[in-house]
């Protein structure tokens, strides 16, 4: 035997002991043992929307809207107003925003006056709100609609700081709150917040002053079914929260 | 040389080919692969049901999909629906080709045939007067992702706010005549027609629900009637956070008649409608565990 000989010999020895090992990889694996679950893959640098239908980064979007004072007890509780937000990005914005009250009463102060003679518009109202309104906007979605279409969604928390006039007059005042908008295309919003609002205000509850002289056991003290009318800077102060639900239209520029 | 090498790769490759064809035999992943060629392989068999679905002419105990003609092959079809459960992969291939489609829908928290338990802490959002807090317990079962039942129940405490201290003290007058609620039981009909995804930060993903809710039930308030009928509106979402456990919250609008009870005023209270804004944010906790997901 040649040395080329025991070389091929040799060759074919290795190569055949290089597919025993290869079959020897086909080694039965218990069932139970597999995988029996799908799992997603998961990056260093996630980016879960990778084609963003609404964009907002450097736009301005403005908007109108209604609000109810939920617990507000004395003054009418509707609202109105407008406001405008710039979007430094997907996540922040800051905007302005003016809302005006309705004059009048609640369904609880004229169920007073009707049936107390306790008249609250002799004591200072809320006028209207201007606030500067800071968002911060962390979930983006899109949802489905009975599988029939889909509405791109966030859900952000929002905190303003401006004042509150009232008829004599203005007090600083801070709102926190959560909102989430429904995007009808690419720039039309609803949009619905639920805001705490936390302000100085005069408490509406003075006492002699509001009897109207309708109920003649109006008052604490008898006689004092027909107060005179105090002035608005008569009416104590304290610190006041109030519940507003907010819903209006947005619209993307 | 080469003629060594020629012949030394093809021996190489040669036990390179055998290996796959072993490892085929072995994972049922090839099966997912290989569904198409399953249905051409193995003819689906059917039992006949004559009692469940009238069959036209013969009343065979075994057929097969590509004997039958084409008019009963609808009817073969929804006989099997009722016979053929898909409970592994595998029995996918039981199904007629063409005929069924199963779509396999990752979602994530899976709704129907399941109950769903939510606690929440619940407050409600519109009284000037009290502030009341409390617990809501709903029990729900969904027949379809859609719709579903759910049982719900609801208790609130109640203190009062400084401008019910404030007209006590003042005014002579007792915030009790001012309506409240307590308590509320009903029964509802959930419809969760919305279904989405949201992104947070760009990150991780969260699937949710959007329901709306229509029922009635009884709730028990200060009036003087006490408990009175009320009708139910509500909405909310359900965020899952595992395929058991979702963060949910719900707004619910609560109207009723109630008549408050008798004050120092000269007037009569008279009997009005009333209605109550109650917002419950907490956990729901789905069972049985979803199975095929």
Known sequence: MNIKTAKKIFLVLTSLC????FAQSDVAVP????????????????????????????????GLFGGLALTEPIANTTKFGIAGNYHFNEYHSLGLMFISNSSGLSKDAQGLRDQFGLDFTRAPQPVNTMMLDYNYKPYYGKMSFTKTGVINTTIYGSAGLGMIKYQHKSYPALALGLGERFYFGKSLSLKTDLRMYVNQAPIPFKS????????QTCGTTLPSHNDPIPSFSDFKERI?????LEIGLNYLF | MKKNILFISTLFLSSLLAAPAAVSEQLDDAEVINLENMYQQKPVEVRSNPEAVPMPSESTSTTTVSDVEVEETETVVVQKKEDVKVKELKDLSRLSPFRE??????????????FQFYAAAATTTNTPWFLNYGARLNLAYHFTETLGLELSGMFLSSSEREVAKEIRENNGLKPEQFIYTKGFYGLDLMWSPIYGKLSHLDGSIVPFDMYFSLGAGMSNTNSAEGNVPTAHLGTGQIFAITKSIAFRWDYSLNIFQATPISGTGTAAPAKGAYNDLILSAGFSFF????SLR
């Open chain 1, 240 to 244: 006041t929260y109030t519940t507003n």
């Open chain 1, 31 to 62: 069932k139970d043992e597999l995988a029996t679950e799908t799992v997603y893959p998961i990056f260093d640098q996630a980016s879960s929307v990778k084609n963003r239908n609404v964009q907002t980064t450097g736009r301005i979007d403005v």
């Open chain 1, 208 to 215: 002699p002053g509001l009897c109207d002289g309708s109920d």
């Open chain 2, 287 to 290: 069972f049985p565990e979803a």
């Open chain 2, 101 to 114: 489609v199963s779509v396999i829908q990752k979602k994530y928290l899976p709704k129907t045939e399941r």
């Open chain 1, 18 to 21: 290089t597919s025993f090992v």
